[in-house]
């Protein structure tokens, strides 16, 4: 491996870390034109060697532009959205409606419920490859490159105890903070 390759490979981690720093813990460690400055030199380096560029470089991040045009896509299992409930009965009815679409064993998690878009990410070996929106339930718009605007949302998983191939559902909140971000001219989303 050459000086540029390990060079290349150090200021990646190192950006993606910052990165989750800033957007994940919302602790900072450098400055934002140290962070831009090491950017620039990752930037330039996959400009010379773009075979060496990692799919989860903070490079590969949109920007501003994002895609107006999208593919549909199948959900690999359907997206079903929330009901209200008022009574135990229809828990119990929900409970076996499930059951009868998942031939697998599950377990319920609550929580509360954020009222965004719903979105599905599919990560392949630690790496984000998809996103698309719940869409009819069934099919739903590809976001990938509007889903890469989000911050908080990693190209690259961190740890290595995940599964190979797995999705991943949640929903894109814009927080009060992002929505004066927003009228600023400066968009700012989450995922929760």
């Given at each position: ?118 979105i599905e990410l599919t990560y392949e070996n630690g790496i984000l490859i998809r996103a698309v929106t719940r869409g ?57």
């Amino acid at each position: 491996m050459t000086d540029d390759q390990i060079r290349l490979n150090a200021l990646t981690d190192e950006l993606n870390e910052h990165n989750y720093k800033y957007y994940v813990l919302v602790q900072p460690e450098i400055s934002d034109f140290e962070f831009d400055m090491k950017l620039l030199e990752l930037q330039k380096l996959e400009e010379k060697y773009p075979e060496w560029a990692r799919a989860d470089s903070p490079t590969m991040r949109v920007g501003g532009e994002i895609s107006k045009e999208f593919k549909t896509v199948s959900h690999r299992y359907p997206m079903l959205s929330l009901g209200n409930t008022y009574n135990e009965g229809e828990l119990h009815d929900f409970d076996q409606r499930i059951r009868k679409l998942i031939d697998v064993d599950f377990e319920y998690v609550c929580e509360l419920k954020y009222d965004g878009l719903a979105i599905e990410l599919t990560y392949e070996n630690g790496i984000l490859i998809r996103a698309v929106t719940r869409g009819d339930g069934v099919q739903g718009d590809e976001v990938t490159a509007n889903v890469k605007t989000i911050k908080s949302i990693p190209l690259r998983l961190r740890g290595n105890d995940w599964p190979d191939s797995f999705e991943i559902r949640g929903e894109i909140i814009m927080t009060r903070s992002g929505f004066k971000a927003f009228n600023l001219g400066r968009l700012e989303a989450a995922f929760c």
